[in-house]
């Protein structure tokens, strides 16, 4: 009994432990972009106690929690998806009169950073202004699970959010797809068929 109680202990402990690692193993793996450039990557599937684990040691996905109202004990997945919307080419803003009234006029480079935010960077010119560079990065987190209600029933909700401040939700839609297996596609059915069958094979033997 003690013997089998410590091998489950040691089991699970590993199970937890090999969890953990291979979520640490997929933050660096490569992501796969599709033709229509679409990024995918292989899910990682965790144990309930590596997760906790994990959200207790990560302050980013404790904090993505909180604002979902979701406790890590109720979550069956979350996603996150990092990305940058940025300028692919330098944009001038030409001025609507001719110039700027100063003969002796000269560039003046300009730089507005917030972090986590945004960040700016260009060139104030004679004629108009030239924007090298806008970056607003951010984190999108996609969290699914069981949200406990004390008079009524457990809701399944998904929840969406945002790193940066200046991103905003206009929708958000979810479809679970259930899965209507056959009585007989149960996983009780071939416990079933191999006990009948043991029996079967065992008065064949007796007799």
């Known amino acids: 009994m003690v ?6 202990t040691c089991n699970k402990f590993k199970s937890d432990s090999q969890g953990k690692g291979d979520y640490i193993s997929s933050l660096d793996d490569t992501i796969t972009f599709l033709k229509s450039g679409v990024a995918q990557k292989p899910a990682v599937q965790v144990t309930k106690a590596a997760f906790e684990d994990i959200v207790n040691q990560n302050a980013i996905l404790m904090a993505a929690l909180k604002e979902a109202e979701l406790k890590a004990k109720n979550v069956t997945s979350i996603t996150t998806a990092s990305s940058t919307i940025s ?17 002796d006029f000269k560039p003046v480079p300009f730089r507005k950073d917030s972090i986590g935010a945004y960040s700016i960077a260009g060139v104030i010119m004679k004629t108009g202004i030239r924007l090298d560079t806008i970056n607003f990065p951010d984190t999108l987190f996609i969290i ?7 008079f009524k029933k457990d809701e399944f909700v998904v929840t969406a959010s945002h790193s940066n401040k200046y991103f905003k ?4 839609h979810n479809l679970t797809v259930k899965d209507e297996r056959k ?25």
Do not use: E, M
Not at 187 to 196: H, Q
């Open 3 to 8: 013997i089998a109680i410590s091998t489950y």
């Open 87 to 103: 300028l692919p080419d330098p944009i001038i803003i030409t001025l609507s009169g001719d110039s700027l009234p100063c003969p």
């Open 144 to 150: 699914t699970g069981h949200k406990r209600h004390f």
């Open 169 to 172: 939700i206009n929708g958000l």
């Open 183 to 207: 009585w007989w596609q149960g996983r009780a059915v071939p416990i079933i068929g191999a006990f009948i069958g043991g029996v079967y094979i065992s008065r064949k033997i007796i007799k």
